[in-house]
């Protein structure tokens, strides 16, 4: 896929597993700035060989690949006056055949980008692409768009006629604000009134702020802007230091961005915050996904290779993908979440472990991804195979979940064999630092469930948790005739870390039914 954006011509390599997940190969872009060199509307000579010679360079990457080819212009190219030339010479130099979409189906494509990526379930989502040269915004719910449209807004036109090259004043300022929130008008009377429950944002701006407000909460770079998450009040002291800063290579300097996205991160900021004050928009979700995996998407739906049921669940089917490709025993690994959900549902019932979650609902989630993944180091090598589990996932290409989350699937396989997480032992890896009780509940779960499946065979028809005041005891009920020899030892030998894990005194009794 090649975007030919106002700002940067991007390629992304992708492909389609058996799943329907769609996962980015390789990648490549070039910062051309296409819309600052317009010039009267119309596209310079100058910047036909420059636009041909990167997409030269793209096209080698690609055909390594042997990857077919769809290049997809948006609103720098389609506003040109002479883009049919345009086009002309790229077919001509490169042998690429261009595409020109209209804005409400950009806005439509960079929506199934950013849902595909995010898992917002059947949340009415506001999607929000800010370009070069162009605004996109989608409203919709699951794979139902109800409200596209796209705006001739950008932050690099923004900044080409109001900042560059000009002495900024606070008359100038306010008429740049100014004309933003005129633009962003009908915006508001067509879906002011609408309750939107999650908000995302794609684009360089949006994974600029990223890095931006995670340096100013930890004074750390952002190495994955996915999945970050930023309140409105961080949004609006960003936008009051960036008036004030104004010059881009004090910008630069303040927050370490590259010098072609301080220069025009202001505009992207104003665009952003206005429309988070007009829609009163609480927080924001970025996504790394945007255009191109929609145009992907939209592809592989065309030639028939991805029905849009297919990712309707994009987590599970992410998590149930990437069982496939280690070649995990699936049938196993769905007892092992069985089994780790009905040990979970036993203890979080009472408060001394409840307490231990921060969302029961999406802990209980991560606990099902995790238990279904357990063996997935043994793709590496046996031993040790839970530390190699714990790399395998958080650098895998999990799709809808966001970084956290897929660590702290990785930190549950981790700690769920040999010693349970010690924080200070354990704390230089990533997510465990606020997270500790977190984990150690999850992979006590998924503990237990290890144990009682010891000889990959279900064996449990009961369990059940009593006690109070620290003092606990596991009853486990076998069905009969079944050996259980390995799996009674396995929990006796358990109980001890479980004890540290879990913060409690632990017993278990284990009984069988008589046929």
């Given at each position: 896929m090649l975007d030919l954006g106002s700002n940067t011509f991007h390629l992304a390599i992708v492909s389609l597993d058996d799943a329907g997940q769609i996962h980015v190969l390789d990648s490549q872009k070039e910062n051309l700035r296409l819309a600052e060199a317009v010039e009267d509307g119309y596209i310079p000579d100058s910047f036909?060989?420059?636009?041909?010679?990167?997409?030269?360079?793209?096209?080698?990457?690609?055909?390594?690949?042997?990857?077919?080819?769809?290049?997809?212009?948006?609103?720098?190219?389609?506003?040109?006056?002479?883009?049919?030339?345009?086009?002309?010479?790229?077919?001509?130099?490169?042998?690429?055949?261009?595409?020109?979409?209209?804005?409400?189906?950009?806005?439509?494509?960079?929506?199934?980008?950013?849902?595909?990526?995010?898992?917002?379930?059947?949340?009415?989502?506001?999607?929000?692409?800010?370009?070069?040269?162009?605004?996109?915004?989608?409203?919709?719910?699951?794979?139902?768009?109800?409200?596209?449209?796209?705006?001739?807004?950008?932050?690099?036109?923004?900044?080409?006629?109001?900042?560059?090259?000009k002495k900024a004043t606070p008359e100038s300022l306010e008429e740049l604000r100014q004309s933003i929130e005129s633009r962003l008008g009908p915006i508001e009377e067509d879906i002011g009134s609408i309750q939107i429950e999650q908000a995302a944002a794609t684009s360089g701006t949006a994974k600029a702020l990223a890095r931006m407000i995670h340096w100013d909460r930890t004074k750390a770079d952002l190495e994955d802007p996915h999945g970050f998450r930023f309140s409105a009040q961080e949004l609006f002291a960003i936008e009051s230091e960036l008036l004030q800063l104004i010059d881009a290579d004090r910008i630069a300097l303040r927050w370490g961005l590259d010098s072609r996205r301080a220069d025009i991160i202001l505009a992207g900021v104003l665009i952003?915050?206005?429309?988070?004050?007009?829609?009163?928009?609480?927080?924001?979700?970025?996504?790394?996904?945007?255009?191109?995996?929609?145009?992907?998407?939209?592809?592989?739906?065309?030639?028939?290779?991805?029905?849009?049921?297919?990712?309707?669940?994009?987590?599970?089917?992410?998590?149930?993908?990437?069982?496939?490709?280690?070649?995990?025993?699936?049938?196993?690994?769905?007892?092992?979440?069985?089994?780790?959900?009905?040990?979970?549902?036993?203890?979080?019932v009472f408060p001394e472990f409840s307490r231990m979650l921060q969302d029961s609902l999406l802990d209980r989630e991560l606990l099902k991804d995790a238990a279904f993944l357990l063996e997935s180091g043994k793709f590496i090598n046996f031993s040790s195979y839970h530390k190699h589990s714990y790399y395998l996932i958080a650098e895998s290409n999990l799709l809808g979940f966001t970084q956290e989350e897929k660590h702290l699937i990785a930190l549950t396989n981790r700690f769920a064999r040999k010693s349970p997480l010690r924080p200070n032992k354990n704390e230089s890896l990533p997510y465990v630092d606020g997270n500790v009780h977190r984990i150690n509940f999850l992979s006590s779960c998924l503990r237990i469930a290890r144990c009682l499946l010891r000889t990959r065979q279900p064996k449990v028809k009961g369990f059940k948790v009593t006690g109070k005041s620290g003092n606990y005891t596991l009853y486990i009920q076998f069905l009969p005739r079944a050996r259980i020899e390995a799996e009674k030892l396995a929990i006796r030998k358990e109980l001890k870390n479980l004890e540290k894990a879990l913060d409690c005194n632990l017993d278990a009794s284990m009984t069988q039914d008589e046929e």
């Open positions: 036909f060989k420059k636009a041909s010679d990167a997409l030269q360079a793209m096209k080698a990457i690609g055909q390594s690949y042997h990857a077919e080819f769809r290049l997809i212009a948006t609103q720098a190219i389609r506003a040109a006056a002479n883009r049919q030339e345009f086009m002309e010479h790229i077919l001509q130099s490169t042998g690429l055949k261009l595409e020109i979409i209209d804005g409400v189906e950009e806005a439509r494509l960079s929506y199934f980008g950013v849902i595909q990526s995010l898992s917002f379930g059947q949340d009415l989502v506001l999607s929000v692409d800010v370009g070069g040269a162009s605004t996109e915004i989608a409203v919709g719910r699951g794979t139902e768009c109800q409200y596209l449209s796209s705006l001739k807004m950008g932050a690099l036109l923004i900044s080409k006629r109001f900042l560059f090259g952003l915050s206005s429309l988070t004050r007009l829609l009163k928009i609480q927080q924001w979700s970025v996504s790394t996904s945007g255009l191109r995996e929609g145009v992907a998407i939209d592809t592989y739906t065309r030639k028939g290779l991805l029905p849009m049921s297919r990712w309707q669940d994009l987590r599970w089917h992410s998590v149930q993908g990437f069982a496939r490709k280690l070649k995990l025993d699936v049938t196993f690994a769905q007892s092992m979440s069985d089994l780790a959900l009905r040990i979970f549902d036993a203890l979080a």
